[in-house]
């Protein structure tokens, strides 16, 4: 599918660009959405804000939101690395006959006629954009609408991901981070690789560590570069992100995963925004400095974690590429995807060496 057919130029334009006049100056003033491009401060730096919805999936019957077979629904984009760990988790957990999910389309829209907001809307039909469907639960166009349905007074991001109660009609959870933990553990009765635990009791603490260093240096890094919009807060983030960056080569120059030769919950974390680096950071968030493919530990895992039985099916670049080319007029004001580099992560890769 070509891109003209997802989303043609003039189409962009009239939607992200409104065009003023002062005397006989033209002024070009980009309707961005309210999302996360939005969030920086007075000096310029990018600070995301929380989620809202923070309820819990438990396997405890008796709780308000209990682990159930086809109860839920998880609302994703292929393009969102946040989404993107909580659709990994179902497919390596082998929890996508229990969890149904829908992925939106990868460019933001218009997601009501009364207002300017742009953001994450869905097809109006199964072959639309390849890759996305319609809302075939709640008929929301957008989802705007979904949060609107949860909580009519609603005022946050409509973010993905979305984790849906079917039954209640509501949203259960937002945060990715937590999302995959009610995954790897409360759905285990229902789950196809129950014994598949990413977050083990020994290694909880050096998990939760290395996430914490690797959220803030590499996976919120690349966006505080990415939507910085001063020079100053933009050479801080990038200095952090590959300071991060080095520090997970010299790692993986050690053992075969971040937190010793065991697949863990920090992996996944990061593999979403590597797998997006070369593609689209080092270019659209200015994270050029050096790429994936010149770190030889980071980029061999990247493949080694792409390899693993169901991760590959999460990795949509067509998604990717056309959603952060294509829905930020500000700092890619004319929406051109760049052709490559079309990395092949199927390719073999030398992790093997760590193997017991």
Not at 283 to 292: A, E
């Amino acid at each position: 599918m070509s891109y003209s057919t997802i989303l043609s130029h003039n189409s962009f334009l009239s939607l992200a660009t409104k065009f003023t006049t002062r005397g006989s100056r033209l002024q070009c003033t980009l309707a961005m959405a309210r999302s996360a491009v939005d969030e920086t401060s007075d000096s310029g730096a990018f600070q995301r804000t929380a989620s809202t919805f923070r309820n819990f999936v438990s396997r405890d019957s008796n709780s308000q939101f209990p682990a159930e077979s086809g109860r839920y629904h998880l609302y994703i984009s292929y393009a969102c690395p946040w989404a993107s760990r909580c659709i990994s988790y179902l497919k390596i957990k082998g929890l996508d006959d229990a969890i149904s999910f829908s992925s939106v389309k990868p460019i933001w829209g218009r997601t009501k006629e009364s207002d300017e907001h742009m953001g994450w809307v869905f097809p109006d039909s199964d072959t639309e954009v390849q890759g996305a469907e319609p809302d075939h639960l709640n008929g929301a166009k957008s989802v705007r609408e979904l949060y609107e349905i949860a909580s009519p007074n609603y005022t946050g991001k409509y973010t993905v991901p979305v984790l849906w109660d079917k039954k209640l009609k509501t949203v259960v959870n937002n945060e990715s981070a937590e999302i995959i933990r009610m995954f790897n553990t409360e759905f285990n009765h229902i789950a196809r690789n129950p014994d598949l635990d990413l977050y083990p009791s020994h290694l909880q603490a050096k998990i939760d560590e290395a996430n914490e260093w690797i959220y803030s240096g590499i996976n919120n890094g690349v966006y505080r570069c990415g939507f910085a919009k001063k020079q100053e807060p933009y050479e801080e983030a990038v200095q952090q992100v590959y300071e991060a960056l080095d520090r997970c080569e010299e790692i993986l120059g050690k053992h075969r995963y971040i937190c010793g030769n065991t697949l863990s919950e920090t992996d996944i974390r990061l593999f979403v925004t590597l797998i997006r680096f070369d593609e689209v950071y080092a270019v659209h968030f200015k994270c050029n400095k050096k790429l994936l493919r010149e770190y030889p530990n980071l980029f061999n895992y990247t493949k080694d974690i792409f390899q693993v039985p169901g991760m590959s099916s999460t990795v949509n670049m067509n998604h990717i590429k056309h959603h952060y080319y294509g829905s930020h007029p500000s700092i890619n004001p004319f929406g051109i995807i760049p052709h490559g580099p079309n990395i092949d992560y199927s390719s073999p890769h030398d992790r093997h060496r760590f193997s017991k």
